[in-house]
């Protein structure tokens, strides 16, 4: 905690909610060793902001407008491997945080815990370390050894991604065009993603999604 010759941790806050930023904002400034190095509030802004500003942390929401978390979080690994990320969602970690986790972000945090625990995130995040709840940890250890894992674990992240596109009501059309891919290797996605699930509609992925609160 802040002596006067403590690092500053410079975070940039990557949300689309306005409100969301500006809590995150004051519970960071709060903080005597910690700053805002900037905010986004899409993946276009994020990534041409983070050309221009220095930053050691990004706090991350998996839910953009123009771009998937999974799909941001891919490339700042590719672009800045050692760059840690903190997811924040509100999504329940047992649904989505493994995959970010395996994906290379340092942390993952849920929306509703962001106030009590976002100063902790940080702090351990940044000095190199790993930050998820006691029950995530658990999760992981038992993801190891697990014989029965749900079946959409089998799917590789573009798979697991198109799967909850498909289940939230979006054509291949429309996911093409979203993920820049061709209709057609949507549509091979599509294929696959039935034939590992053993299901043989988009009704049967959506019932899925919708039973595993995937969506």
Request: charge should be neutral; hydrophobic fraction near 40%.
């Amino acid at each position: 905690m802040g002596k006067g010759s403590a690092i500053m941790i410079k975070v940039i806050i990557v949300d689309d909610h306005p409100v969301v930023r500006l809590g995150l904002r004051q519970i960071i400034e709060s903080q005597p060793d910690m700053a805002v190095a900037g905010e986004a509030e899409n993946a276009g802004e994020f990534f041409s902001l983070l050309r221009k500003k220095d930053c050691n942390l990004v706090v991350l929401d998996i839910t953009l407008p123009d771009r998937s978390g999974f799909d941001v979080l891919k490339q700042l690994k590719y672009d800045k491997p050692d760059l840690p990320v903190l997811i924040l969602s509100v999504h329940a970690e047992d649904r989505y945080a493994l995959r970010f986790i395996k994906a290379g972000a340092s942390g993952y945090l849920m929306k509703e815990s962001a106030s009590t625990e976002l100063v902790k995130a940080i702090r351990k995040v940044s000095s190199g370390g790993k930050y998820v709840s006691l029950s995530l940890a658990e999760q992981l250890v038992s993801h190891l050894d697990a014989s029965d894992k749900p079946v959409h674990e089998s799917l590789s992240d573009r798979e697991f991604q198109i799967l909850c596109m498909i289940a939230g009501g979006k054509s291949l059309k429309g996911i093409a065009g979203e993920l820049c891919l061709s209709e057609k290797t949507v549509s091979t996605y599509r294929s696959r993603i039935l034939e590992k699930m053993k299901m043989s509609t988009n009704a049967d992925l959506t019932r899925y999604a919708l039973e595993n609160h995937l969506v």
